[in-house]
């Protein structure tokens, strides 16, 4: 009778594990099939592959705000390296071409990443006030640097490559910002990088008691972080042919927004990057729906708002049950 009890008990488990992951994908499924009833249109061609274009950046700043949250952290300050890797980026690329430009917004991310992670590994400080610091830093310099104003002179290869260009009618965006999903998946679950994320996220004592390097994966977690502000600072910056000091504003907030939505804990330790893909296409998707059915911008803040706040209150009751 205790073996069958034990045998049931386990089974229950098991089909409650199930439901969870599929409550994700239903909400997507959901809010398609209501937005294509109450607009045609939803479901063009057209529309779904600018819903791609827009939700590029913001996934590609999801993928490492997630990996910073599941090691107990948080990064700020991606939306503001994102506009000032694009202004550095496009000043290199005018006087020393594309490819140069590139790099510099590459490097411009990692730089400010790893600025991030050496204050809060070194002097322990809260990832909180160290980003916010951070952003202001980021920010200010973008404006400083284009003078206030955004800089439109760009090469016509950038634009025509990165911004519009396409593999078998996949925009550019999407594909680098899959790309970067794929490739912090692969960080996440096969990497001794990942078990350590998650390691230190769950517990930072007793994974540095167990001979892991704290501070210098702290780094490294926030350099990949960084990186992916430079990565969707040519995403963007291509996509909407102009380099804006401030470019991405309350993108960061989206991220973060789209990592809990996608149920990776606050606390740290636990989530998943397929998760946080789902989470940014239901961000994506409810802007996009509400736009075309006409509802103000301000109510879409609102809409996006509630479901933040409904997300971590279920991942909350979720958590205490089990």
């Given at each position: 009778m205790f073996q069958g009890a034990k045998s049931g008990g386990t089974l229950i488990r098991l089909a409650s594990f199930d439901m969870q992951k599929l409550v994700l994908p239903g909400i997507i499924v959901l809010i398609a099939v209501v937005s294509g009833m109450i607009e045609p249109r939803y479901w063009t061609a057209q529309n779904l592959v600018n819903l791609g274009?827009?939700?590029s950046p913001l996934l590609i700043l999801a993928a490492g705000q997630s990996l910073t949250v599941i090691s107990g952290g948080l990064d700020l300050s991606v939306a503001?390296?994102?506009a000032l890797s694009g202004i550095c980026g496009v000043v290199v690329m005018n006087d020393f071409g594309m490819t140069a430009g590139i790099i510099t917004m590459l490097l411009t991310g990692i730089a400010f990443g790893t600025f991030n992670g050496a204050i809060i590994a070194r002097f322990k400080v809260s990832p909180f006030i160290a980003t916010l610091g951070t952003l202001s830093i980021a920010r200010g310099?973008?404006?400083?640097?284009?003078?206030?104003l955004p800089i439109y002179k760009m090469p016509e290869a950038f634009i025509d490559i990165f911004g519009s260009g396409a593999v078998f009618g996949l925009p550019a965006g999407v594909i680098f910002a899959l790309g970067t999903v794929i490739v912090f998946s692969v960080i996440l679950r096969y990497t001794i990088l990942g078990r350590y994320v998650y390691a230190i996220g769950s517990n930072t004592d007793a994974a540095f008691n167990s001979g892991v390097n704290v501070r210098a994966y702290?780094?490294?977690?926030?350099?990949?972080s960084g990186l992916t502000a430079g990565v969707a600072a040519v995403v963007l910056t291509s996509y909407v042919a102009a380099a804006q000091p401030l470019a991405a504003q309350g993108l960061e907030l989206q991220a973060l927004a789209a990592v809990v939505v996608g149920g990776v804990a606050l606390t740290g330790g636990q989530g998943s990057m397929l998760n946080v893909f789902y989470g940014v296409v239901i961000l994506g998707m409810l802007s996009n729906s509400l736009t075309m059915i006409g509802v103000s911008s301000f109510m879409q803040t609102l809409a996006i708002g509630v479901v933040i706040v409904a997300a971590v209150i279920l991942d909350q009751l979720r958590r205490s049950a089990n």
């Open positions: 274009r827009q939700i503001a390296v994102l310099l973008a404006l400083m640097i284009a003078g206030g702290t780094v490294l977690v926030y350099a990949l």
